[in-house]
């Protein structure tokens, strides 16, 4: 495993489009779905990442409390599947239906959604306002595996709330850190 952290892309940048199946349903899911809400957070993660499964019901539960808020939500897992299979389709629909996701988890077969997004690691998450500008990119929480602090998503709920009720965010934002992005060998 390497440790990586989020390239923390620069605050403003536009949300690069997407359109990806969600393995639960099959159905495609597109960036613009989400037009209208006062916010969209994009998730990269995947199934075999320590520093995922450490969050996943954080995840799962962060997924339920906002279902009903003005927000989008989608998780993207880009890793390759041939080199770690538990990252297939199948393995993340299985994560997704034993958690209960409360919204869609797509698989970026080709990686190109991850290279748009410069999403370094897993978890690597962004928050776009309903402008689809980033307006936070960074870490879930401050715990981590083995660290003993609580999984609460205080800081993404903290960015959550903020682009919710049109505050500023906090202009101080840790990087995400986890498993690097499991990248395709080069052809």
């Known amino acids: 495993m390497a440790l990586t952290e989020s390239t923390m892309l ?5 949300a690069p489009d997407f359109a990806l199946p969600d393995v639960v349903t099959g159905n495609s899911v597109r ?10 957070l994009v998730m990269f993660i995947c199934t075999h990442c320590p520093y995922v499964k450490h ?5 799962a539960k962060l997924g339920h409390d ?3 808020k003005p927000v ?25 239906q034993t958690l209960g996701f409360a919204f869609p988890y797509l698989y970026d077969e080709t990686q190109a959604v991850a290279r748009a997004y410069k999403a370094a690691c897993t978890p690597d998450l962004f928050l776009f306002d309903e402008a689809m500008r980033l307006i936070y990119r960074g ?5 981590r595996p083995g660290n003993g602090i609580p999984v609460t998503g205080e800081d993404l709920r903290a960015a959550l709330d ?10 101080v934002q840790q990087p995400s850190i986890g498993c690097n992005i499991k990248w395709k060998p080069a052809r």
């Open 10 to 14: 620069e605050l403003g940048t536009k």
């Open 162 to 171: 903020a682009a919710i009720s049109g505050r500023p965010q906090t202009t």
């Open 66 to 68: 906002y279902k009903d």
């Open 139 to 143: 870490q879930f929480d401050r715990s």
């Open 55 to 59: 969050i996943e019901q954080g995840l």
């Open 72 to 96: 989008g939500m989608v998780a993207i897992s880009s890793n390759d599947a041939v080199s770690y299979p538990d990252d297939s389709p199948e393995g993340l629909k299985k994560q997704a």
């Open 31 to 40: 960036r613009d779905d989400f037009r209208g809400k006062k916010a969209l």
